[in-house]
């Protein structure tokens, strides 16, 4: 940054205003100033590590169309929430996931020419992160739009290829390479241990497999894969769980908790007050303390004095607090609390992310989790119960039910009263985490759900699944398809 700033001040300096419109793409720019040393990669995939962040705190794609959130006070909700979506309204451009993959891509071209020969760990461990990162902006895209372009070469002018759309398979095929050479970059450091998590804000070992696990049942499920996906996703939780994490005791601390000192988070997302003044999704679902005037337990709501700190706009829905048919389950107080009033309750607010109470004020600072071990547990019952081996699923199951404090599963012992089961599960102990509609469509896909009967406001539409592309993209790329089924 102190050489972009300082070519910036050189052009101010000695330019004429007519010559600095002349100034090459930013891309050549970055080519000039940066990959000169071995000093220049490290801070090169940190700042890849705000596209993620920017993806992983928007709720539009992973929680929206879901069936997690009603209006509170102040709706914010786009078409995605009614279902409404078509080419003109609510199409997607995808560039910031591209800008992600963008940087992974020159990055990776540009450290072919560096040895490190001081530090050798230090250039496997920048590959494998950035390997990772664009298996993540790849496997985000995936789920989103159903297949997208694959582009793997670094861009350094102005001459962009268009890549045409490629196949869900294609896009899958190289989400699950480059997690394979993430994972080879890993191994083959020096120091290299499973339990080691230098940081949860960046990917490990650990993180990488939670991912592959990820990808693989989405493989499986969506994409009509066999049992051989099925046992290497069983097999990548294994993998995981000999990373040394364990579930927190006390449900209050799965978000309570920052990663760092999280023994159950593998990946997280940093918030902090000064670090990032607009807070992550979480505000959206903080009330403002004047709409809780007259409830008797306001003080037991986590509410703001100022509302740009809270918008009061998201409560759970009357479907999702269903799925909490254990009034013993220790994970209510830290997921929704119902506001109290002589006449009864009005709204139930959300508790899941209630930001840090600070001398000003409350903020929504909370990290924000990509990935835990409960996730990971409930990732294996899926896949052992779509292998129709009952036994195991049944005890990953009851692993995230003993630390709910609820009854240990005593249904039906079949693939359809498990997946059920299971996804019900995930509707509890990961709501609001932003995972929400991905796991509807990969139930729907297995035929756990028709998700056009059991999403609210998809009930007698058609609309697809995967997104719409933006008229621009399509404008941008004569080579690019529109979404099947718009």
């Known amino acids: ?190 120091n290299f241990s499973k339990t080691t998590y230098a940081s949860k804000y960046r990917f490990s070992y650990g993180s990488v497999m939670a991912m592959k696990a990820d990808a693989l049942l989405w493989k499986a499920r969506v994409q009509g894969g066999g049992e051989g996906d099925l046992q290497a996703a069983v097999n990548a939780v294994t993998e995981v769980e000999s990373t040394g994490l364990t579930l927190n005791a006390d449900f209050s601390k799965v978000t309570g908790n920052r990663a760092s000192a999280n023994s159950e988070v593998l990946l997280a997302a940093y918030y902090s007050k000064d670090e990032t003044p607009g807070g992550n999704y979480g505000k959206n679902a903080l009330p403002f303390k004047d709409v809780l005037e007259g409830a008797t337990n306001k003080e037991q709501i986590p509410y703001v004095k100022n509302s740009t700190n809270g918008q009061g706009a998201y409560q759970i829905s009357p479907l999702s607090k269903s799925l909490f048919k254990y009034p013993a389950d220790k994970r209510i107080p830290f997921t929704w609390i119902a506001d109290m009033y002589p006449a009864g309750p009005k709204i139930s607010w959300i508790t899941k992310y209630p930001g840090t109470v600070y001398a000003d004020d409350r903020y929504s600072d909370n990290d924000i989790i990509v990935y835990r071990l409960a996730d990971l547990y409930l990732m294996k019952a899926e896949a052992y119960a779509a292998l129709a081996d009952f036994v195991n699923s049944k005890k990953y199951l009851d692993l995230v039910r003993q630390r709910a404090g609820i009854d240990l599963y005593t249904g039906e012992m079949s693939t359809a009263a498990m997946e059920k089961e299971i996804l019900d599960e995930r509707g509890r102990e990961l709501f609001f985490e932003n995972k929400r509609w991905f796991d509807l469509v990969r139930f729907h896909k297995g035929g756990t759900i028709d998700v056009y009967k059991y999403v609210p406001n998809l009930k007698g539409k058609t609309t697809p699944l995967f997104w719409p592309v933006n008229t621009t993209v399509l404008a941008n790329n004569p080579n690019m398809t529109q979404t099947e089924g718009y």
């Open 1 to 190: 940054m102190k050489k972009i700033c300082c070519y910036i001040l050189v052009l101010t300096l000695f330019t004429a205003c007519d010559k600095i419109l002349e100034v090459e793409p930013q891309s050549q720019i970055t080519d000039q100033v940066f990959f000169h040393s071995e000093g220049d990669f490290e801070p090169n995939v940190t700042g890849i590590y705000s596209v993620m962040r920017s993806i992983a705190n928007n709720v539009t794609y992973g929680m929206e169309r879901g069936e997690e959130l009603i209006s509170a006070t102040n709706s914010r909700f786009t078409v995605a929430w009614s279902q409404t979506l078509s080419p003109s309204n609510g199409a997607v451009n995808y560039s910031e996931w591209y800008r992600g993959i963008g940087h992974c891509n020159l990055l990776l071209d540009k450290i072919k020419g560096f040895e490190f020969a001081a530090t050798p760990d230090l250039k496997k461990k920048i590959v494998g992160e950035t390997y990772a990162l664009r298996a993540y902006f790849y496997f985000h895209l995936l789920r989103v739009f159903g297949s997208v372009p694959i582009v793997l070469e670094a861009i350094t002018d102005e001459n962009v290829i268009q890549h045409k759309r490629s196949t869900d398979q294609e896009v899958m095929a190289q989400i699950l390479s480059d997690l394979d050479a993430a994972i080879a970059q890993f191994t083959a450091m020096s």
